[in-house]
């Protein structure tokens, strides 16, 4: 069966931390993996990983796609408070995303 | 450019109910995707629209049942609501079958059955 597993389910920090998000799937007809951020309700678009290797980068957020072995990391560098929200991970052409990962960074 | 807006935000009903949620998509975007997220879980793909047929469906009952409208925006709606039908639902448009497929996505339609 399809599945997108997120590990860790919650994950506190503080402040200036630096945090590792991880996704691994396993799904049909892979096409991209994209990272969502959530904070309230509307998730919020990160990152999209077509190819394997290849980092994005914004700001203080990186992310990296391995198609061999099936998963995707999220790095948050120098972590903030505004930084804490539900970090989401979907992996299209099943549209099926990942129970997220719960941020909390502390001052 | 207006982004995804979805009506109402808060939705109070009672077991066996129907409800009808609406979306309207990104400017420019062709497709919209509906999703239900319950409390602390990410969110489950419903279905699919786009040129006004359902194109994917996840795992959800005919209870579950959507239209897409000439102008893009779509609807979906439930029948016979079960208390477990509460949820956040949200609604994301796209590009259907473009380089970039990322999902923008609505602040959703908190529902809540009693």
């Not at chain 1, 991209?32 to 290797?53: C, D, H, I, N, R």
């Not at chain 1, 995303?97 to 941020?103: D, K």
């Not at chain 2, 009808?20 to 420019?28: A, H, M, Q, Y």
């Not at chain 2, 029948?79 to 380089?99: K, Q, V």
Request: glycine residues 8%.
């Amino acid at each position: 069966e399809d599945k997108v597993v997120q590990s860790p389910l919650s994950l506190v920090v503080h402040e200036g931390d630096t945090v590792t998000l991880n996704c691994s799937y396993e799904v049909t007809n892979f096409r991209s993996l994209l990272w969502y951020k959530q904070e309230k309700k509307a998730p919020t678009f990160l990152f999209m990983l077509t190819s394997s290797g290849i980092e994005k980068k914004s700001g203080r957020l990186s992310s990296i796609l391995d198609k061999k072995e099936l998963f995707s990391i999220l790095n948050i560098t120098a972590t903030q408070t505004g930084d804490s929200a539900v970090y989401l991970c979907a992996v299209l052409n099943d549209m099926r995303f990942g129970a997220g990962t719960r941020l909390t960074v502390k001052p | 450019d207006a982004g995804v807006t979805q009506s109402p935000t808060h939705l109070i009903k009672t077991r066996g109910q129907q409800v009808t949620l609406r979306c309207s998509p990104k400017s420019g975007h062709d497709t919209v995707s509906w999703y239900q997220q319950a409390l602390g879980q990410g969110p489950q793909f419903i279905f699919q629209y786009y040129e006004e047929e359902e194109r994917q469906r996840g795992n959800f009952p005919d209870r579950f049942s959507g239209h897409q409208f000439p102008n893009y925006s779509s609807e979906l709606n439930v029948n016979a609501l079960l208390l477990g039908d509460s949820a956040l639902y949200l609604c994301a448009s796209s590009l259907f079958g473009g380089t970039n497929e990322k999902l923008f996505f609505g602040s959703g339609t908190q529902l809540s059955v009693l």
